[in-house]
C-alpha cells in the first residue's frame, strides 16, 4: 500500500505540474513555460497558479490578491502563521505585480 500511495502521489505531482506548463495563461511572464490554470487550480486548492509562482517564488501566496479564485492553501499557511509554524512570510507588492504583469505578462489579467 505504500508503494501504491508513493506512485499514486507521484503520478499526481508529475501530472498537474506537466498540466501548469502546458495550458493556460501567462499573466505575469510570457516567456515562461509556466502557466496559470483555473482548472488545475480548482483541483490542486490553489496551485494552479504556476505562472505567479515561478514568477514570484518568493511570495508565500502562491497567487496575486488581485486574482479573484480562492486560494486554499494560502489560507492553510495563514493558519500556519496564527499556531507559529510560519512566520516571516515574504509577499510582493501590488505595484510590482502590476508593473510586471503589464512588462512581460501576455495581457490576460486585464480582462
Not at 506548463?21 to 490553489?46: C, E, V
Not at 493558519?79 to 512581460?104: H, N, Q, Y
Request: net charge neutral; proline share 3%.
Amino acid at each position: 500500500m505504500n508503494l501504491f500511495r508513493m506512485l499514486f502521489n507521484w503520478s499526481h505531482m508529475g501530472l498537474s505540474n506537466s498540466v501548469n506548463h502546458l495550458f493556460g495563461t501567462q499573466p505575469f511572464d510570457s516567456k515562461s513555460s509556466a502557466r496559470d490554470n483555473i482548472y488545475m487550480d480548482a483541483w490542486l486548492f490553489g496551485e494552479g497558479f504556476h505562472n505567479y509562482h515561478h514568477t514570484f517564488p518568493q511570495d508565500y501566496r502562491g497567487a496575486a490578491a488581485g486574482q479573484k479564485q480562492f486560494n486554499f492553501m494560502t489560507h492553510v499557511i495563514h493558519f500556519f502563521e496564527k499556531c507559529g509554524w510560519a512566520w516571516d512570510l515574504k509577499t510582493v507588492t501590488p505595484e510590482l505585480i502590476s508593473a510586471r504583469a503589464d512588462r512581460t505578462g501576455d495581457g490576460s489579467l486585464k480582462t
